[in-house]
């Protein structure tokens, strides 16, 4: 009872909070259930489902995530959530999944979420078991670019990884579920599940006297998705505590189907020292980057090709 109250007021406040928002910024409404239209389910996570959902009056189409106060509760996630609601609805980019607003009742919060029309990255990645380069060259092109806007803004996603990335409805990709996503320098507390695959190893080692750690924790994740775009599989899959090894060494073999200039952008992305790896505005001008990016002409023979 006592947690429930403090959700709620927890929830309340952020109720009120946006509430404030909302009235400095009359283009922003209050959202309710009843304005939407629910679809068809898109998707379910391990805190919520997703559904298809029009808005009545405007006919606009959006994706309405919903998320149990209860399952909230029970996964101590209340902070992650509030955090999600407070970082994603300030972000505007055209590579992050746009949070257009949120509103709850006494069960369920409800995230009014950018419909991404094709869905889940990892389904296609499974289903072409990997990318040929032009296309992964331009997907990192593009995550390269939201994370430029998020370092910028001093947000580090840390949970960059083909399970939390849509694709729109032109092939673009579209960073989701910032639910691990914090202000930079940050020290990690909560604790966390899922795969290790994707962890750099300063985040790794909580036990080190400083586990402050920057936005280059983003850097190394877009090394391994890189790595997983081309190969299929991530470079330090293995069992748990061999993947923490392998981690902490940097130990992982490119095989040799990979492009010299990917293989190139790969090791200058997973070093060890997280000051050493290459920053952001020199991945967008890497050659292995450069040589993919579509200009005009080349881009109307893709399509004829
Ligand atoms: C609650 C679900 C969840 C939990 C945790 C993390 C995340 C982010 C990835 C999510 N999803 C989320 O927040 N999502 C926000 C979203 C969203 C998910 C979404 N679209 C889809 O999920 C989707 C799925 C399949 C689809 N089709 C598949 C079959 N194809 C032939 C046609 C296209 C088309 C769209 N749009 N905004």
Redesign the pocket.
Known sequence: AVSRSSDELALAHVERKSATILIEQPSMKQFHLGMFEIGRP?????????YLARERTSGFIC?L?VLHKSEIQQGRVEKQVRREIEIQSNLRHPNI?QLFGHFHDNKRVFLI????????LY?HLRKENRFPEWKASQYIAQMASALRYLHRKHVIHRDIKP????VGIHGEMKV??FGWSVHAPNSRRATMCGTLDYLPPEMLKPGSSDNSYNEKVDLWSLGVLTYEFLVGEAPFEDTPVMTQRRIARADMTIPSFVSPEARDLIKRLLVLDPEKRIPLEQVQTHPWIVKHCLKGERAANREKS
């Open positions: 898109l998707g379910k996570g391990k805190f919520g489902r997703v994706a995530k999944l979420l950018e419909f991404a029309g094709k869905g889940e389904k399970e939390n990335i849509l989701s579920d």
